[in-house]
């Protein structure tokens, strides 16, 4: 195989994908993520994936660049530490961050890439995706690949402010409005404290170039959560593509009468 060499990599440098050749598809690679997955819990490290891949797990059409493997705040360095030590970093090497985005950090933690192949994974602790690595917390798809539950993962990013990423989760469950009043919490106060840390930090890691967006990089502190689920979940069929034949489909995502996506076989999940 050609000898690829590790990038220099310089602060402030961000790259989406510099086009290694390789067979695993950075969106896909589901044999590689439960490798690096595998890699870690053997060491006592618990992992999910969160994330875009997260979302496509739930039923949402997404196409992700980075696998985002997620594993408890306390063992982020210890995770970069295994990955960057032999035996792993024969396999593994550190790789440009990822650009930096709204309501996230996933530009300041650690990137990783299979040396020679497409395919790329963000080291995240769960503070980033308010989610727990637990396994009692989490449920693996058929290939073995652990996702946060469904009820965590959705207040998750409610609670991160990813609206979105929400309103794709909805649409790929066709979760409705009585579904939220039963998992979710949708009229406590918000996590303030959380809030403010994670501000703090995306302000003192946002780039020169960016500075003078760092207000709408910054999660709100009085976010409406029970007026946010209410509005993504009754707007499910105004969301639906003008070219499709709405009378056939619950959700832009979902045909009436298809299963759950969890169910379908063949996925690479």
């Known amino acids: 195989m050609e000898h690829h060499p590790q990038p220099q990599l310089a602060p402030g440098l961000y790259v989406l994908d510099l086009e290694k050749p390789g067979e695993a598809h950075c969106g896909r690679g589901v044999g590689e993520a439960l490798d690096v997955i595998r890699a870690l819990e053997a060491h006592g490290i618990p992992c999910c994936v969160a994330g875009v891949k997260a979302l496509v797990y739930y039923g949402a059409h997404r196409v992700p660049m980075n696998w985002e493997i997620c594993v408890p705040t306390d063992s982020i360095e210890r995770a970069k530490g295994l990955l960057a030590s032999t035996p792993l970093s024969d396999k593994y090497e550190l790789w440009h961050p990822v650009m930096p985005d709204v309501h996230s950090l996933a530009h300041t933690y650690p990137r990783f890439t299979l040396k020679g192949v497409n395919f790329f994974f963000i080291l995240m602790p769960a503070f980033e995706c308010r989610v727990d690595c637990s396994p009692d917390q989490c449920e693996r798809s058929p290939s073995g690949i652990p996702y946060p539950k469904l009820e965590r993962l959705a207040q998750g990013l409610l609670d991160t402010q990813l609206y979105a990423d929400l309103t794709d989760l909805v649409d790929g469950m066709d979760l409705d409005e009585a579904w939220g009043e039963t998992h979710l919490q949708l009229d406590g106060p918000p996590p303030i404290d959380y809030i403010r840390e994670k501000n703090e930090r995306i302000a003192r890691a946002l780039p020169a170039s960016m500075k003078g967006?760092?207000?709408?990089?910054?999660?709100?502190?009085?976010?409406?959560?029970?007026?946010v689920w209410l509005r993504v979940v009754s707007t499910k069929q105004r969301r639906i593509n003008d070219k499709m034949p709405r009378p056939r489909h619950l959700t832009r995502f979902r045909k009436i009468g298809s299963p759950d996506p969890r169910e379908k076989q063949g996925r690479e999940v």
Not at 213 to 221: D, G, K, Q, T
Request: proline share 7%.
């Open 213 to 227: 967006e760092a207000l709408l990089a910054l999660l709100s502190e009085r976010p409406r959560a029970r007026e």
